[in-house]
């Protein structure tokens, strides 16, 4: 494969609205040891590269400035060290930054195959959920057949993989949304019973069920003491963001006598160690719910790489279900 020297990209000229995200020409960038340079056919969008160009999520030290932090497309080098991949090979990977453009770099191991009978649209969308549901839901929220699992934003990308994900790991499922048409999503992609927050108290549901085993929470604020008397006696909250806000009054006497569990993370700055072993686990134990059905990516729209502005405007507003995709 020839390699251009210059490539299409969108880049954050400013911190600010979407109108910042501006197209522009770069160089192609040459893969280090262990990287590969993917040849971009899709790239995800997702929340936190919305928080990036707002200027409240800087891209950890090294990674690429430009948004991005998936894609699918194809092997087009390989750099010293990689054994697994070969130029042309397809694959869909994880990204520290920098897949709004024709050409990405990334560790060799933090790539995974497609999985069978998905196209590279569809692949381009699993990398950032799978990645953060399977290491907050499964390694440190610690869920198991047969629990109750609670998602808020259950119509988010990473709502919708969370259902999927967890009701094919045998546990029951709940999801809070915003809107019928949202929770009517939730309930066809596996949540048993989806809450409408708006109408519905999550915390009354959930406490009728016996309570969650397990929360994913990314809205915190007036949620953070609300998970806490929705959890069932050992219960597990994993925090993934704080849409609502980070602070919040507690009585931490409910989690010592219920000897609850309150933990969270944050993908993105992680070893690159951590990140390849998400991968390896995801490949064995996610990619067959793939290959099944039991697990497919809900895409809501698609916009061209030049209309990244518009892609952030449709997330930030919430009208969507599922991932967004840009295609190169
Ligand atoms: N920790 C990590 O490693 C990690 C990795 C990836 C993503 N995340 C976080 O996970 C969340 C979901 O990401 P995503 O890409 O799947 O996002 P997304 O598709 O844009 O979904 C966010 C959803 O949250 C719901 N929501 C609930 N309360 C909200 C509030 N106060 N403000 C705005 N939205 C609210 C909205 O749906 P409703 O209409 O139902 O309100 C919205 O659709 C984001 O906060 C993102 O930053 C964390």
């Not at 999520?57 to 430009?66: K, M």
């Not at 931490?252 to 951590?274: C, H, K, N, W, Y």
Request: net charge neutral; hydrophobic share 45%.
């Amino acid at each position: 494969m020839s390699l251009p020297e210059t490539m299409r990209a969108v880049e954050i000229s400013q911190p600010g609205g979407p109108e910042v995200l501006r197209p522009c020409t770069l160089p192609v960038p040459v893969p280090g040891h262990g990287q590969i340079l993917i040849r971009v056919a899709y790239a995800g969008v997702n929340r936190p590269d919305a928080l990036q160009r707002a200027g409240a999520y800087a891209p950890p030290p090294g990674a690429s400035p430009l948004p991005g932090l998936e894609a699918a497309g194809e092997v087009a080098a390989i750099g010293p060290g990689v054994t697994r991949w070969a130029v042309g090979d397809r694959v869909c990977a994880l990204l520290p930054g920098g897949g709004y453009a024709d050409y990405a770099v990334t560790p060799a191991d933090h790539a995974l195959p497609i999985p069978e009978g998905l196209d590279l649209r569809e692949a381009a969308c699993l990398p950032e959920t799978c990645f953060t549901v399977w290491s907050n839901v499964v390694l440190r929220g610690g869920l198991k057949a047969g629990e109750r699992f609670l998602v808020h934003g259950g119509s988010s990308g990473i709502g919708t993989t969370a259902i999927q994900m967890a009701r094919a790991l045998g546990a029951r499922v709940f999801a809070t949304a915003g809107s019928a048409e949202k929770c009517a999503a939730c309930e066809v992609l596996g949540a048993e019973r989806a809450i409408n927050y708006r109408t519905e108290d999550f915390v009354a549901v959930l406490k009728a069920e016996g309570g969650a085993d397990v929360i994913l929470d990314m809205v915190g604020g007036s949620y953070i003491p609300r998970n806490v008397k929705a959890l069932a006696t050992e219960g597990r909250l994993v925090q993934i963001a704080f849409l609502e806000g980070t602070k919040a009054e507690l009585n931490f006497a409910e989690v010592m006598m219920r000897r609850l569990t309150i933990t969270g993370s944050t993908l993105r700055p992680q070893a690159d160690l951590a990140k390849a072993r998400y991968a390896r686990d995801l490949e064995t134990h996610v990619w067959p719910m793939v290959a099944f059905g039991a697990l497919r990516p809900v895409i809501d729209s698609e916009f061209p790489l030049t209309e990244a502005a518009a892609a952030h405007a449709r997330l930030e507003s919430s009208g969507h279900i599922g991932k967004i995709v840009l295609a190169l």
